[in-house]
């Protein structure tokens, strides 16, 4: 009868460590210093001085973090494998993505939003299902070898609150108390405490797969302007020393025993220690490849991260967030604007990583909180689901489905949704295990009951 | 039964900021030491039972004079919102209406009618103190809620879920305290449906309930079964074992950062007889938990508000839109029908924005007689903002920024204009 845990503000209200709080912005396409007399470890610090700056406020010396980002900066640059995490927001219909063409019944089930027989590509590895003509970034990655497609991906008894399963997805696993990510804790395992970009966030919150418990992680909205003299007033004289004192004032609350206090303070200190740090370097990047035209970060956060990761960055784990795929109403639009900027970015990134010689380094993970129902509804869309599809992508990755499609005919249960045939759980076990070579038991709870499938070529 | 525990400390000039901040936009000069003479109980009522609701001072206008077009501008809607948060003599009506759009939210996003969403934000100010059950009857047949999660395609046959999910999920029940099962969610689903009514062009046409529509079969729903129609889905809800705690535990977390203990969901919800808010919040408003708990980081248009009334300054720009939207608070556009998340306001992108508005509501007013004194500068920049409570912490860093720039030769004037933005920007600002 308790209600502590009712709503997801609650489940994150004690959830979210402060560690997570800074945002380092970086200077993403800096190119090596060659010529200059840098060594690389110089070259870091100094690109990454601001993040020394911003998380220093912890027990480390600002030189111990600067070693501590430079060190791992080493390793990135020779082996440093990072995983991106794309988020496609609000249950995208995988049975619309990757489609049943060849099953009747899906017909039936959808007679105004079943894709016909003679659009998109054949998907090579099933020949009963076809590509959604706007994922065709993801089909030309596919049919490079370059991505292993999960056709239905969920887990047992799914829960359709948005709120809910999104949470199991972000905690890794079935339970709604867990209050650190997969990934936070697979930081707080591996990761250290003078490393901030280990965990990456492009996006305007912090995404909850992330939230350590231990480690210090970081949050980057908007790239590319962090300037504090306020629009439209006339210069203030004092203008620099002011942003020097707020954020000597925020250090001095920042370990106040007041939390509140305590996290404004924090990030006032943060907040300017960024734009110090931030200077000269503040100039914008450049990409090899032309990302898609839009209003939507998206594309940009991608290009950006692409930039960061070719420069050296130490980034182990990132998150990212995509388009409004909660199509109850008119989904035939809304699913082929969205999905045609998520599929054309993510194949622009593919790109980019690959003209940077970096693409060896990077696998990115495609998820969603569920599918949607088998059945159309008369709204022209359809309602929250069970089992969704999934991508992981990369040159390393095998290339080959994870699971089968069950298809809509014997593949629904009782309730029209589609049955899983693989389990987000052991997908994230071999992420772990296989990419990372880390033992995953020890981040994911109860996932030894889980059989590993083999990801990597 | 037993009664919530009540508040016995001293009520005080903080304690007085702490109401004014979270059960309204802040204090004016002077307004918080008023209060403390009314004594905590008294304090409370004055907000909860406020005399008839009135705007105090000059129309809202732009920057070049011209009226708001809450109806048709962009980001108006916001700023005539703010402009009753900043004018009202009863501002607990305004800070509830926040609630209830947080609580419902709905965003113009998916409704694109500014219209619609300001009749939807007026039955909330309507019912502000009010009846749950009015609020949650008004809201299932509200236009702007029925585009917003297709209460308008919600149709006999081929029942649309979206609302019956969310009206359970965030408005009655609460999601896995098992108050509720997925068949609940599809039969509600089917009591609900009837709905018509679409926004064409941004003009609102033909909402209302068609019978033709509505699946006049047998439901089940939380194992009672009968011929349910929509007004049944809100009442079987509001009839729940489950929803009284659901409500009073979520009104709770709008005023207090730390969960109500189990003895304090119990009595509140024994205050929520007839579904009346009223008596719940001000057994929140009067609990030891309010005063003694920790600070509650502002959210950014309640600091803007606050910031403009402090100031005794009324809407005479349109910036303030797009910088809350910068600092995470738009009006009318919540994130998702999850409302805005109250721990997350503060990050180094939304502190910028603060930092803007701040800055903003100071302008460029630069003082003509600056003592050359660092005490005296940081008493008239704390005065500058109607003398709010600053930790000892902040001002002795003040008073040493004072010294230290008067000693590098820095003018007064710039001084005192500089402690001005210090103040406003301080963490003890951020936070009530």
Not at chain 2, 51 to 78: C, K, S, T, V
Not at chain 2, 231 to 258: E, G, I, N, R
């Amino acid at each position: 009868m308790s209600c502590y845990d009712c709503s997801r503000a609650d489940l994150f209200r004690r959830a979210v460590a402060r560690a997570g709080r800074g945002l380092p912005e970086i200077e993403p396409g800096m190119p090596l210093p060659a010529g200059t007399g840098m060594t690389r470890r110089e070259f870091v610090s100094r690109t990454a001085g601001l993040a020394l700056a911003v998380y220093g406020g912890a027990a480390l010396s600002g030189r111990a973090f600067d070693d501590g980002i430079a060190e791992a900066a080493s390793v990135a640059a020779a082996q440093q494998k990072t995983l991106v995490t794309v988020f496609f927001n609000g249950g995208i219909d995988g049975l619309n993505v990757l489609f049943p063409a060849g099953d009747p019944r899906y017909y039936q089930l959808r007679p105004n939003l079943a894709l016909p027989q003679t659009v998109g590509r054949p998907f090579t590895e099933d020949d009963r299902l076809r590509w959604h003509p706007a994922a065709n970034g993801i089909a030309t990655l596919h049919d490079e070898g370059k991505v292993s497609v999960m056709p239905a991906v969920g887990y047992d008894n799914s829960n359709q609150s948005h709120f809910t399963s999104r949470h199991y997805y972000e905690v890794g696993g079935t339970d709604a108390s867990l209050r650190t990510g997969w990934l936070g804790r697979y930081l707080d395992h591996v990761g250290t405490s003078d490393n901030p970009l280990q965990g990456l966030t492009l996006d305007v919150a912090m995404h909850p797969s992330i939230a350590t418990a231990k480690v210090p992680v970081a949050t980057l909205a908007a790239a590319d302007q962090y300037t504090f003299a306020p629009p439209g007033l006339p210069p203030h004289p004092l203008e620099a020393s002011i942003l020097q004192e707020a954020a000597n004032i925020g250090a001095a609350h920042a370990k106040s025993s007041e939390p509140g206090l305590a996290t404004a303070g924090q990030i006032a200190y943060d907040s300017h220690h960024l734009y110090y740090g931030l200077g000269g370097i503040r100039s914008g990047f450049s990409s090899p490849v032309q990302y898609p035209s839009s209003s939507d970060p998206f594309p940009h956060r991608l290009a950006g991260l692409a930039a960061m990761l070719a420069a050296g960055l130490p980034v182990r784990v990132v998150g990212l967030t995509v388009g409004h795929f909660d199509t109850h109403a008119t989904q035939a639009t809304t699913l082929q604007r969205d999905l045609q900027l998520a599929s054309d970015s993510l194949l622009a990134f593919q790109r980019d990583l690959e003209a940077r010689g970096i693409a060896d380094r990077v696998i990115t993970h495609v998820w969603s909180e569920f599918g949607r129902r088998g059945a159309e509804n008369a709204s022209g869309g359809t309602d929250h689901g069970s089992a969704g599809v999934g991508f992981l992508i990369g040159t390393k990755v095998k290339g080959q489905q994870l699971g089968s499609h069950p298809g809509v005919t014997s593949g629904l249960d009782p309730a029209g949704n589609l049955k899983p045939s693989a389990d987000f759980r052991a997908i994230y076990a071999a992420l772990l295990e296989q990419w990372f070579d880390v033992d995953s038991n020890a981040i994911l709870p109860g996932v030894s009951a889980f059989a590993r499938p083999a990801l990597l070529k | 039964m037993g009664a919530v525990p009540e508040y016995h400390g001293p009520f005080g000039k903080q304690q007085a900021e702490r109401l004014l901040w979270r059960a309204g936009f802040g204090a004016r000069a002077g307004e918080a030491d008023a209060l403390t003479k009314l004594g905590m109980k008294h304090a409370v009522h004055a907000l909860t039972r406020p005399a008839p609701y009135q705007l105090i001072g000059p129309d809202p206008h732009d920057e070049r004079n011209r009226p708001l077009a809450p109806a048709d501008a962009f980001g108006h809607d916001h700023l005539a919102w703010l402009d009753r948060m900043v004018r009202a003599n009863a501002p607990m009506i305004e800070r509830m209406t926040l609630v209830w759009h947080d609580w419902f939210a709905t965003s113009n996003q998916g409704v694109a009618s500014q219209q619609l969403m300001l009749n939807q934000i007026d039955m909330f100010r309507g019912n502000a103190l009010g009846s749950f059950k009015d609020l949650l009857v008004n809201v299932t047949q509200d236009p702007a809620m029925l585009v917003w999660l297709n209460g308008n395609q919600n149709v006999k046959g081929k029942p649309n879920e979206n609302y019956g999910r969310e009206m359970m999920e965030l408005f009655t029940l609460g999601a896995n305290r098992g108050a509720y099962t997925e068949t609940d969610v599809r039969e509600q689903a089917r009591a609900l449906t009837g709905w018509r009514g679409s926004v064409v062009n941004r003009q609102s046409t033909g909402f209302t309930f068609d019978p033709n529509r509505h699946d006049t079969g047998t439901k089940t729903i939380f194992g009672q079964t009968g011929n349910y129609a929509w007004q049944d889905s809100c009442q079987l809800c509001l009839d729940h074992p489950m929803h009284a705690s659901y409500f009073v535990s979520k009104l709770w977390s709008y005023f207090v950062p730390t969960a109500p203990d189990a003895a304090t969901v119990k009595g509140l919800a024994s205050l929520y007889a007839g579904y009346r808010v009223r008596p719940v919040v001000e057994a929140i408003l009067t609990h030891p938990d309010f005063y003694n708990g920790p600070r509650m980081v502002k959210p950014p248009v309640v600091l803007n508000a606050g910031l403009l009334r402090m100031r005794g300054r009324y809407i005479d720009t349109s910036a303030w839109w797009s910088l809350s939207a910068q600092a995470g608070q738009q009006l009318f556009y919540p994130p998702d029908v999850g409302g805005w998340d109250d721990t997350r306001w503060l990050d180094t992108a939304t502190f910028r924005a603060r930092w803007f508005i701040s800055a903003i509501v100071q302008g460029a007013d630069t003082p003509a007689d600056s003592p050359s004194d660092p005490v005296q500068l940081t008493t008239r920049a704390i005065g500058f903002w109607g003398n709010p409570t600053i930790t000892p912490t902040t001002q002795s860093l003040l008073q040493g920024f004072a010294k230290a720039q008067l000693k590098r030769g820095a003018r007064a004037a710039d001084v005192e204009t500089a402690l001005r933005r210090l103040v406003a920007s301080s963490p003890d600002m951020q936070t009530a």
